[in-house]
């Protein structure tokens, strides 16, 4: 059996017998009764509104960092995160954060530093971290990064993140932001 597509019908006027007395609607809007006053207010054609192009922070459902010290790896790192002074545990703990959620988002990255206050200073308020200036060291390359971290009330671990990739930082601009122009891994 074969499926053949008929072309459609031709399309031909066909008269209505329309009802002497149509139903008037209940609300009707102002109709010009003149043609020139049609004339008089012109139809101007809608705009395109455009559309939102803000990028939208990447919102993690699990948070990776206490994962990551818990490996038994990290034992110097968990020591050497104990002995900073609180405000210092805090950066580095979201600094571990975002580097395990970028690493996570995208294979694209391998991050082995973030400096928080590259491109400006952040900001810390009641249980929330944030650095609208940070930067990311990812295979020899530097990166605009953009993180909230909410801690637990006691800070010591992360509640919640989102972050927002940047841009490439061109090699010029590294030493201005005081970001390392070393050829491997920082440590």
Not at 45 to 72: F, G
Not at 77 to 105: F, H, T, V, Y
Not at 130 to 143: I, T, V
Request: net charge negative.
């Amino acid at each position: 059996m074969e499926i053949v597509t008929l072309p459609p019908p031709p399309i031909t006027e066909q008269k209505q017998e329309l009802p002497s007395q149509l139903p008037l609607p209940e609300k009707r809007e102002a109709v010009p009764d003149k043609p020139e006053e049609k004339a008089a207010t012109p139809i101007v054609p809608q705009e395109p509104q455009p559309h939102d192009q803000t990028p939208t922070m990447v919102k993690p459902s699990r948070m990776l960092s206490e994962k990551v010290l818990a490996d038994p790896r990290s034992r110097k790192a968990r020591k050497e995160l104990a002995a900073l002074a609180p405000g210092d545990q805090i950066e580095q703990l979201c600094n571990l954060e975002a580097m395990a959620q970028i690493s996570a988002w995208s294979k694209d990255f391998q991050p082995d530093r973030v400096i928080a206050y590259a491109m400006a200073d952040p900001n810390m308020t009641a249980n929330a971290f944030s650095a609208e200036g940070a930067a990311l060291h990812s295979k020899r390359e530097w990166y605009r990064l953009r993180f909230k971290c909410e801690l637990t009330p006691d800070h010591k671990k992360v509640a919640g993140f989102e972050f927002l990739m940047g841009e490439r930082i061109p090699k010029k601009d590294w030493a201005e932001h005081s970001l390392p122009d070393d050829d491997g891994p920082l440590d």
